[in-house]
């Protein structure tokens, strides 16, 4: 059976969790930050500001525009689904050690009651955000969809 990566959600991991965000637009997401995390380092305030003053907005395409930036993140990680972001906090948790992959409901539970600041904030003031996402992937063993873009 054939599925397609933007709509996977389904999993047969060791950990039994399965992610309801899409796959594949899990993957660009992951990339579209780490993207913009360079440009932040290499890239002075002022003239990332400038930038996206300008209005410019990339699509989620299979290829990662390298000069993604922080307000094209916010807009998009702010209009996904709560229970989306939840996941995408849990993530970060998870792969940088606050939870184990066994405690995914508990980190779940906790990343909706802790919500009261929009989540692209929190996940963007932290620089190896996208990292960490990737980690906790590979925590849950889905670790392959930076790879094929599928669970």
């Known amino acids: 059976m054939d599925s397609d990566e933007d709509t996977d959600t389904d999993t047969d991991t060791d950990t039994g969790v399965e992610l309801t965000i899409p796959s594949g637009y899990l993957r660009r ?7 913009a995390s360079l440009g ?3 890239t002075p305030r002022d003239a990332r500001d400038n930038a996206q003053a300008g209005g410019h907005h990339i699509t989620l395409s299979e290829e990662v525009d390298p000069d993604a930036t922080i307000e094209e993140l ?3 990680i702010d209009g996904m689904d709560p229970d989306h972001q939840h996941e995408l906090v849990a993530l970060m948790w998870i792969g940088r050690g606050d939870f184990a992959a066994d405690d995914w409901d508990e980190a779940l539970a906790l990343a909706a009651e802790r919500a009261v600041t929009p989540t692209s904030h929190y996940l963007l ?3 190896t955000a996208a990292d960490e996402i990737a980690s906790g992937l590979e925590e849950l063993g889905h670790d392959h969809v930076l790879q094929d873009g599928a669970y």
Do not use: G, N, Q, S
């Not at 997401?29 to 993207?35: C, G, S, T, V, Y």
């Open 125 to 127: 003031a932290h620089p």
């Open 74 to 76: 916010v807009e998009e």
């Open 29 to 35: 997401l992951i990339f579209k930050m780490r993207a």
């Open 40 to 42: 932040d380092e290499d």
